[in-house]
């Protein structure tokens, strides 16, 4: 990871996590020719999307990916995004698979994501407990206390 993104009115990192199955619970990226263009399609998006890809593991029946998404963009976008378009691409190049898969959903609607980081839920929770400084609600004063 290359760690924090500038943008104009901020400063962070968006890294998520994603793991997603196939629909039914069938395995068809079990053949090689599947599995790359599993694999590709993924990529695609991410190039296409402005996705920093950083890890991406295409197993028979799910796949895990690791990835930087857009600041401005929801963890649904960009699930939406990733199997959208890989389920159409596959069912155009591979239409054996609309035999299996009847109504052109490749993929579960289910989905986990987690957010990821640099720092662990302890430093958080460390940083959290022993901020420095008050976080104090401002008391606003009322124009009595101005006048003398």
């Known amino acids: 990871m290359k760690g924090l993104k500038h943008f ?3 400063v962070g990192q968006n890294c998520f996590h994603f793991v997603w199955k196939c629909k039914y619970a069938m395995d068809p990226m079990k053949f090689y ?6 694999e590709r399609f993924l990529r695609e998006v991410c190039e296409r999307r402005g996705f920093e890809l950083y890890e991406l593991s295409v197993q028979s029946d799910h796949v895990h990916m690791f990835c930087d998404i857009p600041h ?3 963890v649904s976008k960009a699930l939406q995004l ?3 378009y890989s389920s159409y691409a596959l069912m155009k190049k591979h239409p054996w698979l ?3 898969f ?6 579960s609607p289910g989905k986990f994501f987690r957010s990821v980081g640099n720092v ?6 460390h940083y959290i407990n022993c901020s420095q400084g008050s976080w104090d ?3 606003q004063k009322t124009l009595g206390s101005f006048a003398h």
């Open 102 to 107: 009847r109504k052109g959903h490749f993929w």
């Open 33 to 38: 020719g599947v599995r790359c263009d599993v």
């Open 8 to 10: 104009n009115h901020g």
């Open 98 to 100: 609309r035999r299996y």
């Open 72 to 74: 401005t963009m929801t």
């Open 137 to 139: 609600v401002y008391q």
């Open 120 to 125: 662990t839920a302890e430093t958080i929770e």
């Open 82 to 84: 990733l199997k959208g």
